[in-house]
């Protein structure tokens, strides 16, 4: 009797395996039709897709690497129980353009350690998660398409403390979550300028700044958006003051894993094409006016010229733009002076406004 | 057992699938190649996927530069320093915390594991409860609650407890005035040497007077003596004082100086002391009860009292179930200390996982961090099964 015992259990644990790998994978359904019948527009079928693209429309969904844990970027918002945030929309605004639905989105909350490693194993379709463009994270996790929001280190303190600059912090603690590039460049500048801390480091955004909160550190660093999003939470938010000190460049923007050129090209352009349409003026509110606009430039962008190579639907930026809205409009959104984070377009406005922003031509 | 040869005459030689020793070669070697089928299988898989995705595995980056600091140190480090220096640092601190940790969780455990036995209703309920309620809770959640729940409540910098000392509790750690050693201390720490030797002498000569048969004078005491009087006279004659006390005094944010025992590193040690001392305490008390009655009725008989009693006849006999599984908490303390970043204490796996990202090496430097642990664990249950074999050669 014993005996039997072995294969039975051994044939238990396959089926049990065999029924978590399956759970994952596409519905019976399997049909990327989803995707085509929300369009607006009929149109013929593109050709058969390939590579990262074919697997996304196979699975009917587009797995996104986000926070998870910073409002204003990707945050779970409790009244809707939605994910919401700058982040979380350009995922909206990728799955709108390969899927034609906005909603055909699994978002994977990630930690700055995790992040890196997600990309590297191909598990995720694109990483939107704050995460700064770096020479050793291009070659290293993955290509980064155009940055969507640009930003810099900051420093933030307790008002009460006195604290006017970085050399005010000779003997502080620091708070800082690991797996950042904060955390480098914290050692960098405070290094290069001499001035000795101790930090304190987390894995977890959560932990990072409670433990600031509690007072176990006397500033933490961070970009400064994440800074001021950050602080929104904080027990009292009015005690807290971001150095105006910019200790670093850090672009955030989105990350594909290696070896899909088709599938980069296609994230690189949809970040393009909310730019691109927020130049040309078209919203949220207009896009479906615009379709036969006699301005060839718009028209164009909206499908009058067919597919240009992506492989997408001829008519995915009134997709993306029913979707999320322009950049513009994202930016308001999320970030903007009616939200809680108030935040300056600064750099990241359009170049014809004397931003960043600057979206190649798209024919 | 019986004879094989012997049955030959009366049956025919069973044929090999009803043979039970072809059976068992059989199923040994069944088994050997699925787990070797299985690990080639990972093996592939991991180094064709790495090859896919552009990964190379290799350890030239532990001579780079490291780039990132490290809040606590038993070692000098900067961020100057080479990824190398920085896993070693990690290192220590691991050795560091899992030391302590088994050093007070194998005290504290012994303790709870000794009350649950107890007669008095009270303490051992207390200490079932203890048990019950640690075991059965994730260490992780034990952690938060220690960290952020009591640690961090207690005063800010300013408004620090103070102690004479001068002693500082707050809620970055506790500090005391740390020894510093001078010029002196060589001359002194000699001195202190010959008057060790002078105890060893005594020793030896007492112990063959002892077995001569001859009065021991007394001579243990006496070397006793001439050591203090080593020790406090040597303090005197060496001028400075050999060691002196680096109080901890108030700086811009935190206090400077002196030794400081920081929240992080507390908290960290707390949770896996109290966590594992649960386990022990159920070991302890197994091996106790594994100890035949007849054995404390025989050391009552004797007259011997209660700590007697445990001290010569108890514990001696339960150290012998205790120890083996004693080794595996011993290994999952050293393991489970790898929580520590949830806590903000820098041990080997938060500094790994700093490395991995930084470097973006994630599978050699994962695989480093795993061999480290291994032969961490590999060296703690060599000493225990060395100690293991000591205490059981006692059996008959």
Known sequence: ??????????????????????????????????????????????????????????????????????????????????????????????????????TLVEFRALNADARGPALQSQEIDVLIRNTTWTVSRDTDWGLFAPTTFYDGQGMMVRAADGISSLADLEGATICVQTGTTTELNLADVLGSEGIDFTPLPFGEIEQTYSAYDEGSCDAVTSDRSQLIAQRTTLSNSDDHVILE??????????????????????????????????????????????????????????????????????????????????????????????????????????????????????? | MTEPGHQDHQHAAPPPWRDTRVLRVAVQLVVLLAVGIGVAFLLNNLVTAMGERGLTFGYSFLDRRAGFEIGESPIPYSADESYGQAFLVGLLNTLFVSLCGIVLATGLGVLIGVARLSPNWLVAKVAAGYVEVIRNTPLLVQLFLIYFAVLLQLPGVRESITLPGPIFLNQRGLFVPGPQLSATFGTWLALLGVGLLVVIGARIVASRREVAGRPSLRLGLLAWLAFIGLAVGGWVVVGDPPLTFDPPVFGRFNIDGGLALSTSFTALLTGLVIYTAAFIAEVVRGGIQAVRRGQLEAARALGLSEVDTLRLVIFPQALRVIVPPLTSQYLNLVKNSSLAIAVGYPDLFKVGTTMANQTGQPVPVMALVMATYLVISLATSALMNLYNRRIQVLER
């Open chain 1, 1 to 102: 009797m014993r005996r039997r015992v072995v294969p039975v259990s051994f044939l238990l644990i396959a089926l049990v395996i065999a029924a978590c790998e399956s759970s994952p994978s596409p519905s019976p359904s399997g049909e990327p039709s989803a995707g085509e019948s929300a369009s607006a527009v009929p149109t013929p079928a593109p050709p058969p897709a390939e590579g990262r693209l074919a697997e996304v429309l196979d699975r009917g969904m587009l797995v996104c690497g986000i926070n998870g844990s910073l409002p204003g970027f990707s945050f779970l918002d409790s009244a809707s129980g939605e994910t919401t945030g700058f982040d979380a929309d350009f995922c909206r605004a990728v799955a709108a353009a390969v899927l034609g639905d906005p």
């Open chain 1, 245 to 363: 000190e910019v200790m670093s460049k850090e672009p955030l923007g989105p990350v594909v894993p290696h070896g899909d050129e088709a599938w980069f090209n296609i994230v690189k352009w949809v970040v393009f094409a909310t730019i691109e349409a927020e130049e040309r003026g078209i919203t949220q509110d207009n896009v479906a006016d615009m379709v036969g606009s006699d301005n060839l430039v718009i028209s164009r962008l909206l499908g009058a010229e067919g597919d240009l190579g992506l492989g997408l639907e001829p008519d995915w930026v009134v997709d993306v733009i029913t979707a999320v809205g322009n950049y513009g409009e994202i930016y308001e959104r999320n970030l903007g002076p009616g939200t809680a984070f108030d935040l300056d377009r600064g750099p990241n406005s359009l170049w014809t406004e004397g931003g960043l922003l600057y979206a190649p031509p798209y024919r």
